[in-house]
């Protein structure tokens, strides 16, 4: 009876959170009154390791060290500096400015992880200047939210610092699997940009010949290198001693938050204020979602010991559906999850369950996972509840509005869910660094 009995704990999580109690403390909830329930004292023992567990957890240390990371990058100006960079080499191609955008999502991404301030840092710098040069608001819209979400498939992604401890997958073997995808969907938003500025000139006007001409290309090459250079440097430190064996990625994580450090001394713009806002800043969205994988945990935890997993892969098994329909299933329930809850909550909800069902049928995990990753960034887009949309909301005048933006994620959601089928069909996509780089086995 249990066995069922645990399956109402989904209904019972998703009324919580549609009443509008918090997710971290919905789980929390829901998994100590089942737990008690289901196995009476013994449920304080086995909620008690699910918080030991997480708080001795060494990969998620990793966690807080790339969000001071980039909201150090955020608060010195650094990411001004080289999104003003970027727009000098940018702003006289079609669709000039939305193409900055996308360039500058792609390296912010890969120098902090963050998804939500990515795409403010983005949205604040570039919608000013965009609807000052009368671009379409929906295409606006759409690349502002397209190109903040890349932080989800461009590693180092927080949600797979978090996905690789829960799925027993190295993380950075999956930051070598998200590589190619990502820098392949980053790609193909800079060509749909360019195609809609070449086709509609009217949608991304390009900037008059005279306005910002006047800086030499002396100066050009000056600013790039001093804004481009040590950020690429910050990123090969991160990434390149992730992928290559040298540190783990709380090491790594820590010497990003570092460099941050030193890059905002650097050009002195190092302050105790840009310091205390951005340990601020890191305190709340780490507690936040830190909060979020210990509920996550303890919901699990009891889920698996009431034999939910096993119902759930028995209920999948029977169904008579072939191994590509299962794995079908389980992706679109993760990106229908992603519409309730945020991305953090769908991991540590469905991947204890999925990733046992994935090993039986003989996928592979690394595979899985980033198509996993590229349902989850789709769904952070998809209205009617993207949370995408809702950052965007936060930081753009009246003047732009939500079927503006409902209007403009469409076409980058295509162009996702493009990126998706191509993993499925061709998996060396996800596997072919990770085995060439014989993936880290942190």
Known sequence: ????????????????????????????????????????????????????????????????????????????????????????????LPGGLGVGAVVMGTLFAAASGVVGATEAVIGLLAIPVMLKHNYSKSLMSGTICASGSLGTAIPPSITVVVLGPVASVSVGSLFSGLMMPGFLMAILFLLYIVLVAYLKPDMAPRMPVEEGDDTSWGEKVRVTLLALLPTLALIMTVLGTILLGIATPTEAAACGALGAVVLALAYRTLSWDVLWNSALRTLNISAMILLIVLGGNMFAGVFFAAGGMATVQSLLMDTGMSPWMVIGMILLI??????????????????????????????????????????????????????????????????????????GVVPFIVVQLIVLALVLAFPSLAMWLPEQLSGPSW
């Open 1 to 92: 009876m249990s066995d069922f009995l645990s399956l109402a704990m989904f209904p019972a999580l998703i009324g919580l959170i549609i009443t509008g109690f918090p997710i971290a403390f919905s789980m929390i909830l829901v998994a100590t009154l089942f737990g008690i329930f289901l196995f009476g004292d013994a449920a304080a023992y086995q909620l008690l390791t699910k918080i030991e567990d997480t708080a001795s957890n060494s990969i998620l240390a990793a966690v807080p060290l790339f969000i001071f990371m980039g909201a150090m990058l955020e608060r010195s100006g650094i990411a001004e500096r080289l999104f003003t960079a970027i727009h000098f080499w940018t702003r006289r």
């Open 334 to 407: 993760a990106f229908l999850a992603g519409f309730v809850l945020d991305m953090i909550s769908v991991v540590l909800i469905v991947i204890p369950v999925a990733m046992p069902i994935v090993r039986a049928l003989g996928f592979d995990e690394i595979w899985f996972c980033v198509a996993f990753l590229v349902v989850m960034q789709t769904s952070y887009l998809t209205p009617p509840l993207a949370p995408s949309i809702f950052y965007l909301r936060a930081i753009t005048p009246p003047e732009v509005t939500l079927r503006h933006m409902y209007a």
